[in-house]
């Protein structure tokens, strides 16, 4: 499966589809949130589906266990191919979901790229967000999950400390020349792989290119310049 994920973070069907095909070349994985899902509902997945493409069901589900787990069961119901839950949701919630079958793959959001370490000291987490993605590794790992959501700068450290046996998705990747917009915590495909990266997540750079095929192939180009891992 091809590593790069192409967030769908745009207003409508038909700009979302639009990238889809544009990109699909290059991508096998798209990852659309809360603002696609809202406005659409399941025909969005559907359409992405339709057009050969898994999903990444963007949703964060934080809520009580059984809350969580029903919502991780009725994304299973619309075929997607993973979804996300904050893995700060507790070791009752994660079980809940990760026993259900024919459920989708749970990859857990550890902390959120746009969060500095002043952010988390503001919201009473004084560790900082390489010790707390690190302690919420552990939790994912102990859990079942399938896949941790975490920046590259912490990428290293989370594969050393959990081994190959769990995916990594890093989001916040841009090519070298572009900013770094709200996200602080970025870098290149080329250093997510290097760090133990399975996967990568690019929004911006590709939805609002002139040519997004084009910026879509740079960035597979950039993630094979590293050594395979």
Request: hydrophobic share 40%.
């Amino acid at each position: 499966m091809k590593p790069l994920i192409v967030a769908l973070d745009v207003e409508t069907e038909k700009e979302a589809l639009s990238i889809v095909r544009a990109t699909k070349k290059f991508v096998d994985v798209f990852k659309i949130g809360p603002g696609l899902v809202l406005r659409y509902g399941p025909s969005m997945i559907k359409k992405i589906r339709s057009a050969g493409r898994k999903v990444f069901l963007d949703l964060k589900f934080h809520d009580i266990p059984s809350t969580v787990a029903r919502s991780v069961k009725e994304a299973g119901k619309w075929g997607v191919f993973s979804a996300t839950v904050h893995i700060s949701a507790g070791e009752r919630a994660l079980r809940e979901a990760a026993s259900l079958r024919g459920r989708p793959e749970i990859w857990g959001v550890t902390v959120l790229t746009s969060l500095s370490e002043q952010d988390l000291l503001m919201l009473g987490i004084h560790p900082s967000p390489l010790e707390q993605v690190m302690r919420l590794g552990g939790i994912a790992k102990k859990c079942e999950l399938n896949g941790i959501v975490a920046s590259v700068g912490e990428t290293l450290s989370l594969r050393n400390l959990l081994g190959k046996g769990i995916k990594i998705i890093t989001p916040g990747i841009r090519l070298p020349e572009n900013s770094k917009e709200d996200q602080t915590r970025t870098s290149t495909p080329q250093h997510a792989r290097i760090s133990g990266a399975d996967f990568f997540v690019v929004g911006r750079p590709i939805i609002e290119a002139k040519d997004p095929k084009w910026v879509a192939e740079l960035m597979l180009k950039d993630w094979h310049k590293a050594p395979k891992q």
